[in-house]
């Protein structure tokens, strides 16, 4: 075990790991932040996105001992009022079905709108396409990235 001190969400988090021990599971299993969800394991699906220094990463395949002084940010820290742009979007569009893997798609929208406020459609699917949504909500997940981005 190694000591490890991390800033979440705006907070210093003091713990022990394993170096190897993936960054999802020190967020659910030892600071117990459940919004971050375990979809396949092999960052292939963006249920366990999380953006680090607002950059989307994959949750479940980065280990702890790569995240370093880089901020952390949950989908419990993007906007603890579920007030932030792309959240009340979502709401707006009605974009959940079932609704697993929604907390990555909103960290990976948010990632993609800090970046680029103004995106198209074609820009939108694309950096959307790693984030699987088995309800097959794409459209509604677009729709409420283009609202969300009015507010940028």
Do not use: F
């Not at 190694?2 to 170096?19: F, V």
């Not at 280990?63 to 949950?74: A, H, R, V, Y």
């Not at 709108?113 to 984030?131: D, F, H, Q, T, W």
């Amino acid at each position: 075990m190694e000591k490890y001190t991390l800033i979440i969400n705006g907070k210093k988090e003091s713990l022990e790991a394993q170096p190897e021990m993936p960054l999802l599971w020190v967020l659910r299993d030892i600071l117990n932040l459940k919004g971050t969800k375990y979809g396949c394991g092999q960052g292939l699906c963006g249920s366990c996105t999380v953006l680090l220094d607002d950059v989307a990463i994959r949750s479940c395949a980065y280990p702890i001992s790569e995240i370093g002084d880089q901020k952390i940010t949950t989908i419990e820290g993007l906007s603890p009022e579920g007030n932030h742009p792309v959240q009340k979007a979502w709401v707006t569009h009605v974009v959940p079905q079932c609704g697993y893997c929604q907390t990555g798609q909103i960290m990976n929208a948010a990632a993609l709108l800090k970046r680029n406020s103004n995106p198209s459609e074609e820009e939108i699917e694309s950096a959307m396409a790693g984030n699987i949504c088995r309800c097959g909500t794409y459209n509604r997940i677009k729709e409420a990235i283009i609202t969300a981005s009015k507010s940028y």
